[in-house]
Every structure is written in C-alpha cells, then in structure tokens.
C-alpha cells in the first residue's frame, strides 16, 4: 500500500484513511473530550501520516501504526497546551453555538447507547459494570456474581457483541495489506 | 502487549477510566492502532462508558441469577425477594461506593435520610499526557486521596486548583462531592450548584448530587425540582432521577 500511495492511488489513500480514521478519532476523544478538536485531530494527523508515506519518511509498513499514533500524539498535545491557553482567554456568555450542536450529537448518542444496554441481559450489565466501575477482574467477577471466570469471560464478550451490533458500530472492513 | 492481556487485565475499562499507568497506556495506544479487534472492543467500551455508569444504581439493584427451582421451594413472592436481596448485595461494591438501594414497589418506603445517602462520584478525568498547569496538578494530586477515600483531606487541594483555574469544573464538582461526603452540606450546595447551573460535562451529575445535598437537609420541594430539571433534560440520570423522585413522594 505504501508504493501505491506513493504512486498516488487514490484508492490506496481511502484504504488507508478508513483504517486509521477511526483509531485517530477514538484516541483524540479521549485525550480532548471534545469531538470538534478531535476532528481536527483526525484531518491534521491524517494529512501528516499520508505526506509521510507518500514522501518515503516511514522506513517500514509494519511501523506505520506506530507512526500514525506518534503523530497523533503530538497533534493531541498540541492542543493540550492551546486548551490551558484558551482558559485565560474565555469566551463571552452565549459565544458557543458549534459546542452546542456537538453536545446535541452526544446526546443522542449517549441515549441510543442507553437503548443498547438496556437490551442487554441483567447478567451481562452486571458483568460490564463491575469491571468498568469496580475495576474487577474476571476471576473477582466470578467470585462476586457465583459464576466461573469462564462463563464471565462468555458473557463479557457476548454483551459486547451484542453492543456492537446494536450500534452498529463499524465493521472490520479488513486491514489495508500494509499492516 | 496482545488481545490476551487486554482482556485479561481490564485494559480498556482502565484506559476509559484514566487509571492505566503512563506506559502501559503508550503500550496499549499503540496495539489498538494496529489491532481491529481490539480496535472495534474500544469504540463499544466509548459507546457506552457514560451511560453505563449512569446506570450504576439501577444494574446494581437487578438480580443477576435466576433462582434454582432445585434447591428450595417457596412462595414464588418470597424466593424472588430473598434471590434479589442476596444477589443485590453480591453486586454492591465492596468499598466506599455503596449506592443507596433502589426501592421497589415490595420494599418497604425508604426514609428521606436513607434516599438522600451519597455514593461518591466516580473519577474519570481524562487522560493527558504532556504539559499540565498548576490547576491539574493541584487537581490530580488531590483526587489521589479522593480515591484512596480520604474525601475531606482532598478538599483543601481541590480548592487550591480552582483558585489557580477559576474554570476547572471538574475540581468544583469533586470539591462538592467531597463537601457533601465529608458532611458540609452548606458549602456542597453552592459548589454544586455553581457546577450543576454550567453547561461541563460534570453539570448532570453536579444536579444529582445537589438534589442529594437538598434531601439532607431535608429540602424536600428543592430536591424534586433539581430532579425534574434532571429528568426533562432526558441524560444520563433521567431514569434514577425519575426513580428518585417517586421514592421520595412516597417516604414516610
């Protein structure tokens, strides 16, 4: 992929961009809290990685990943320092329209994912809860609930496909042949 | 690191909760950015990290087993309500965290000293690498003790980093959070306040707790309005505020 994106192949690019956009995006929101500098994040990071590729400065495919992340980091820090700036700098009341719409989108998200979990059977609510907000391995889960680690193991995994199903989260739409 | 070890050691639960050290965050960073499976476990883990934790009150009250029809026989009333009870308790937390019950139609009407207990607020700042101002670090070294309990030993720090970043919201909601746990409730209530009446990430849980300071003090009216306010702004805590305020209708 790395010599097709080199030689300029549109499609090589689009393969390259499906697979690390959502990686980008999930890393900067997490980082930033905030989805309008997260998608900043994802175009410049994107841009970054691909003029890289395209100019030879990624020495193997198998690095690639690595860099990205690199690049994403740095990006992230970026704004880290930009946000303690703009503290001292505030807006005027009634100035955040474009945070407004963006709280909008997480709403509705955040509802949808509520739809979701209540779908789920109670066990295997209680099987994610305990491990997200108690910290609890599958083996102290198990201790907890009266079940074997394995069967808390099936039942972690089973409430996240469901999960993922449910959203409709992204598929693996299969690896750019680089990585 | 490998998909094993992810799952294994709760890797992204810990991640989401900004608890995974420094370098096995790197660590991990790196493998969901080569790995799709893992990849495709953190989108759902971020899809559902809020609400799920939003949900806390309510999954923890749920029976998680069904009960054996081999074991006992009893009214079909009674042996629903002793599995509730046991398995209800299996999923309370063992630590500080202990959610008042939620209260069913067969349970006994809670007291408004009962239902205004205070579970203390989860903590999960994000995870920033790089430069940190005063005010973060003043705000991470206190919610150390936070987490270790130490609720009225974290205040002063807490204080310290609003001072140093009038702005920081997440140090004035755990600020009232600890006020709250630590048993000023006057000072909790207009730190909540202040954090409830913004638009943070922390304003919804901030109303949750302020509606808990007001039941305290046994300002009844006051609580169920910041619980309506809750519940018509239809959040995270749409349901337990909803759940909240018929208990409170209701107790003696």
């Known amino acids: 992929m790395s010599t097709k994106i080199r030689a300029g192949e549109p499609a090589a690019e689009e393969a390259f961009v499906r697979f690390f956009e959502r990686r980008i995006r999930a890393f900067a929101t997490i980082h930033l809290r905030d989805a309008a500098w997260a998608d900043e994040v994802v175009q410049e990071t994107l841009w970054a990685a691909i003029r890289a590729v395209r100019e030879n400065r990624v020495d193997r495919p198998g690095q690639l990943p690595a860099f990205v992340w690199g690049a994403a980091r740095n990006q992230v820090n970026d704004r880290i320092r930009s946000k303690a700036r703009e503290r001292t700098d505030q807006l005027a009341d009634g100035m955040d329209f474009p945070r407004k719409a963006v709280e909008h989108d997480e709403f509705e998200r955040r509802r949808a994912a509520r739809q979701a979990i209540d779908m789920l059977e109670p066990p295997e609510r209680a099987v994610l809860l305990l491990g997200l907000v108690d910290d609890l391995r599958a083996e102290e889960i198990a201790e907890r609930l009266g079940l074997t680690p394995e069967t808390v193991r099936q039942r972690k995994s089973r409430a996240l496909k469901k999960l993922a199903a449910i959203l409709g989260r992204p598929s693996q739409a299969g690896r750019p042949e680089l990585l | ?252």
Request: aromatic letters at 6%; proline letters at 7%.
């Open chain 2, 1 to 252: 690191m490998n998909c094993e070890t992810v799952e294994r050691d709760n890797i992204i639960e810990r991640y989401l909760a900004g608890t995974l050290p420094p370098e096995l965050r790197d660590e991990w960073e790196q493998h969901y950015f080569a790995c799709d499976a893992c990849m495709e476990k953190l989108e759902t883990w971020q899809a559902i990290e809020r609400p799920l934790r939003g949900m806390e009150r309510e999954i923890r009250a749920e029976p998680v087993r069904r009960p054996s029809r081999k074991v006992v026989w009893l009214p079909i009333g009674i042996a629903a309500a002793v599995v509730a009870a046991v398995l209800g308790a299996r999923l309370a937390p063992t630590s500080k965290s202990v959610p008042p019950p939620v209260a069913t139609t067969e349970r006994p009407r809670a007291s408004i000293a009962e239902l205004a207990q205070v579970t203390p607020p989860a903590y999960r700042m994000p995870v920033e690498r790089g430069i940190q101002t005063e005010s973060e670090r003043q705000f991470h070294a206190a919610m150390r003790k936070y987490t270790a309990g130490d609720y009225a030993g974290a205040i002063p720090g807490l204080r310290t980093a609003i001072e140093a970043d009038r702005s920081n919201d997440a140090a004035r909601f755990f600020l009232g959070a600890c006020e709250l746990l630590s048993g000023d409730n006057a000072a909790a209530t207009e730190d909540l306040k202040a954090v409830a009446g913004g638009s943070s990430p922390f304003a919804e849980e901030a109303r949750w707790n302020l509606s808990q300071a007001y039941l305290k003090a046994n300002r009844r009216e006051d609580a169920l309005a910041e619980l309506a306010k809750i519940a018509a702004a239809g959040g995270d805590f749409e349901r337990q505020a909803v759940e909240q305020m018929t208990r409170i209708k209701i107790a003696p």
